[in-house]
């Protein structure tokens, strides 16, 4: 939940940003930083050190996501590679089944014999939460049926190799789900690693670089606008101060005046 408010955030702080000018040069795959255009108050500055800090937690946030759906990324790969030798070594065994019993089978007999399947299967689908990525979840089921059910011929016609390559199938159905399963889920976390990393990097090198330079930006004008007012203070103490300087001088003449009458 915390991750989502995050990512909220960060979209409506993307929103608010100017729009990059096309050629802008990249040294090292860092974009060069570029100002806001706001303007410099201490109110805007306020605001931007409060999204400054929504973007650094969110750049931390995304950053622990990034790494924990790589982490989980791999032990699925991992998985998925002996799931996928275990299926291609059971439908090799398979194929191998079928190519004799085709060879001393004839192939009208051997469609008669396959034609009416007789075990009745359920496939359920349902989906499992992997950091915020629906993955699929495929269960293979097939109810009360009996063992013998997936012969959906007689064994007076028929060899006994096709007999092996139809219990091969069925022993590989399974794995065959699972497999595909298991490459569904690398998929989708594949694709919002990508689309993670492109957030963590804008975050790190065009947001981030950009507010901070901005508020420096409204920093330094501040602090020149403070000096000004400063300055133009003390120039005023000193017009005043010499005011009152000329005003007492004027007195000071002014008394002696009257008492050289």
Known sequence: MEISLIQTGVRTVFATLPAMPQGSVASEGIEAMARLNVNPTRMVLTGLKKRLR??????????????????????????????REQAEALLTKAHGRFLMARAV?????????????????????????????NVPVLQFDTGESA??????????TTSGELDGAIAALS???????KLAELEKASQLLADEIEKTRRRVNALEFVLIPNLQ?????????LDESERGNLTRLMKVKDMMLETARQQRILEDEAAESDKAR
Do not use: Q, W
């Not at 022993?171 to 789900?177: D, M, R, T, Y």
């Not at 330079?213 to 004008?221: F, L, S």
């Open 54 to 83: 929504t973007a650094f937690r969110g750049h931390r946030l995304l950053k622990d996501k990034r790494d924990e759906l790589m982490k989980r990324f791999l032990e699925i790969v991992r998985e998925n590679k002996g799931v």
């Open 171 to 177: 022993e590989a159905s399974p794995v065959l789900l």
């Open 105 to 133: 089978m004839s192939g009208d007999l051997m469609d008669e014999a396959l034609c009416f399947p007789k075990m009745k299967t359920t496939l359920t689908a349902s989906l499992k939460n992997i950091m915020g990525v």
């Open 213 to 221: 330079e901005t508020v420096r930006y409204i920093v330094m004008k």
């Open 147 to 156: 063992e013998g059910d997936i012969y959906p011929y007689g064994f007076a």
